[in-house]
């Protein structure tokens, strides 16, 4: 399983996205989910992948082969991140119609999403999630946030604590709090856990982390939000019992 993050504020991006592919009792394995193929000074592109594993590795080859081979048409020469999105879905699509028929006779799916975050010089940050078909939604001021995998675990901190406005520091700590709600709840989502904030207009990654299982600063934000949430959930008004809606049971009438 999986579990990817994108934000999108008033001052940039924020990216985020476990590394787990497997778990089971005795069988775990990690790969890398975010990507950077930024060109300084011109284009920041961070690209994160969810589902079938081998179907989204061959459409991430995709992307560096035409990078490579320069193609007429690849991440660094379109000219907006609409059109990026767009491409990355016809890649996609590309591979699975190759691959799915014989994924399907095992009864595999082929399934995969990707989000894309970045900003390339002329137009305003953006952030899109790619679905499987190819086709492509963008995140916006009422919904800052998109997110691939796991999702429902980390989203209420989101719904509770973002908005497009939030300061892009407090924005990269909220994604942190959601993959360790989300690793919290699912086994199947996992570290190393890797981060990249993007500062609008400064057209370079300068702040990207990744944290291991183990590090000191991981269990940290663990226990304190741990404490954090205790101390709000015991600040909470008891139940007032006397003054309950008086309800007739279930499947009775009232006649009078």
């Not at 990355?88 to 975050?117: N, T, V, Y």
């Not at 404490?227 to 049971?249: C, G, Q, T, V």
């Amino acid at each position: 399983m999986t579990y990817c993050l994108g934000i999108v504020t008033s001052s940039g991006i924020v990216m985020a996205a476990d590394s787990r592919t497997n778990a089971g009792v005795d069988y775990i394995s990690t790969h890398q989910k975010l990507f950077d193929f930024s060109q300084v000074g011109d284009r920041v592109i961070l690209i994160c992948t969810a589902g079938n594993l081998s179907i989204t590795q061959a459409t991430l080859t995709l992307l560096r082969q035409d990078l490579t081979a320069k193609a007429e048409h690849n991440l660094h020469t379109l000219p907006t991140l609409y059109e990026i999105a767009r491409y990355i879905g016809s890649k996609a699509r590309e591979i699975q119609e190759q691959d799915r028929p014989w994924l399907e006779k095992d009864h595999i799916e082929a399934k995969c999403s990707f989000l894309l975050g970045g900003q390339i010089r002329g137009e305003e940050p953006a952030l899109y999630l790619i679905y499987s078909q190819g086709n492509c939604i963008q995140a916006s001021k009422d919904t800052p946030f998109l997110q691939i995998g796991e999702a429902k675990y980390g989203k209420p901190i989101l719904d509770r604590i973002l908005s497009f406005d939030t300061p892009l520091e407090a924005a990269a700590k909220c994604a942190l709090l959601s993959i360790d709600s989300t690793m919290k709840s699912n086994i199947s989502v996992g570290p190393p856990i890797r981060l990249a904030m993007y500062e609008r207009d400064t057209f370079k990654i300068r702040y990207e982390l990744k944290l291991k299982p183990g590090t000191p600063y991981l269990a940290q934000i663990r226990r304190l939000w741990e404490i954090s949430l205790k101390e709000a959930f015991d600040r909470m008004p008891d139940i007032n019992w006397d003054h309950h809606l008086d309800l007739p049971d279930e499947g009775s009438t009232d006649e009078s």
